[in-house]
């Protein structure tokens, strides 16, 4: 099995900054994109960031030039650095690895982490 471990939710004011983790276990051969997913009250789940293991990068409009994502392959980490933080920032984020295989051979999966809370308010 594949377990993503979500890090670094929070309290913060608005105009600060907020760094999450995510680290992927289990038996892994490879991953092809991490990402992060938000889903605020009442709201579907939306994408925020995606990167490739080649280091390609997506970002949702609403958090270009605020938030950054990272990814360490070699520890199966994804990392998202969020700045400037707005009240509408608020969600649960959550990690997700994107056909992961077990195998060389195996057929690939998705995987989510369980999310963590990002709160912005003063």
């Known amino acids: 099995q594949v377990q993503l471990v979500e890090s670094g939710g929070g309290l913060v004011q608005p105009g600060g900054s907020l760094r999450l983790s995510c680290a992927a276990s289990?038996?892994?051969?490879?991953?092809?994109?991490m990402g992060w997913y938000r889903q605020a009250p009442g709201e579907q789940r939306e994408l925020v960031t995606t990167i490739t293991s080649g280091g390609s990068t997506h970002y949702a409009d609403s958090v270009k030039g605020r938030f950054t994502i990272s990814r360490d392959n070699v520890g199966n980490t994804v990392y998202l650095q969020m700045s400037s933080l707005k009240p509408e920032d608020t969600a649960v984020y959550y990690c997700?690895?994107?056909?992961?295989?077990?195998?060389?051979?195996?057929?690939?999966?998705?995987?989510w982490g369980q999310g963590t809370q990002v709160t912005v308010s003063s």
């Open positions: 289990g038996s892994i051969f490879s991953i092809d994109a």
């Open positions: 997700n690895a994107a056909r992961v295989k077990r195998s060389k051979w195996g057929l690939p999966s998705d995987y």
